[in-house]
């Protein structure tokens, strides 16, 4: 398995910070990366796909990069809407979820 | 546009099966390229992914999982199935149904585009 390795596990931020959420994957996974954002109660969606790409319908706030095992998430300008659980998921082999990052309200 | 929506039992006695259907609208579990995906979700726990059904009928199961995994497809009814055997209080969890593109550069699934809402299912005597 590809293990992906998620931080931090949870932060405390304003709105209008600018936060960042790394992933770490145990092998080279090019740029095999999304990134989903999950609200309480619901499923998952996604927000960056292939590392770098916006998903349709999805605020240029939110943005993508690295390659390899190195990978980044970035809210540029927190919004209150932002406060929820991301994830990022690799898929080179079978898909594999990172630990999830909680972003909450200071 | 496609919607999915998981169905069946809430609760399942340990050592039984725990079965779960998906059932798609808007489109077609035979048509177009497509990775049709069970994933679950133990409360307050990160994401798991239990396995696949492409378009064509072929499945890919997680290695933890496999011996205990069967997902099948009901073209009839447009909707695929899970069973997972032998169920323990560890199967406890969200599970979800899922929709992933072929994605060319990894000639299998990729990004999971569409989710069903979820559903509870509870592993106890």
């Not at chain 1, 931020?13 to 080279?28: E, L, M, N, P």
């Not at chain 1, 998952?44 to 998430?73: H, M, Q, Y």
């Not at chain 2, 609760?11 to 099966?17: R, Y």
């Not at chain 2, 979700?41 to 990160?46: D, T, Y």
Request: with cysteine.
């Amino acid at each position: 398995d590809i293990q992906m390795t998620q931080t931090p596990s949870s932060l405390t931020a304003s709105v209008g910070d600018r936060v960042t959420i790394t992933c770490q994957a145990s092998q080279d996974i090019r740029n095999y990366l999304n990134w989903y954002q999950q609200k309480p109660g619901k499923a998952p969606k996604v927000l960056i796909n292939d590392a770098s790409s916006l998903a349709t319908g999805v605020p240029s706030r939110f943005s993508g990069g690295g390659s390899g095992t190195e990978f980044t998430f970035t809210i540029s300008s927190l919004q209150p809407e932002d406060f929820a659980l991301y994830y990022c998921q690799n898929y080179r082999h079978f898909p594999t979820f990172g630990g999830g990052t909680m972003i909450e309200i200071k | 546009q496609v919607q999915l929506q998981e169905s069946g039992p809430g609760l399942v006695k340990p050592s039984q099966t725990l079965s779960l259907t998906c059932t798609v609208s808007g489109g077609s579990v035979s048509s177009g390229s497509y990775y049709w995906t069970w994933i679950r979700q133990p409360a307050g726990k990160g994401l798991e992914w239990i396995g696949h059904i492409y378009t064509s009928g072929n499945t890919k199961y997680n290695p933890s999982l496999k011996s205990r995994v069967t997902i099948s497809v009901d073209r009839s009814r447009n909707q695929f199935s899970l069973r997972l055997s032998s169920a323990t209080a560890a199967d406890t969890a969200v599970y979800y149904c899922a929709r992933s593109p072929y994605y060319m550069s990894v000639a299998g699934p990729g990004a999971f585009d569409i989710w069903g809402q979820g559903t509870v299912v509870t592993v106890s005597s």
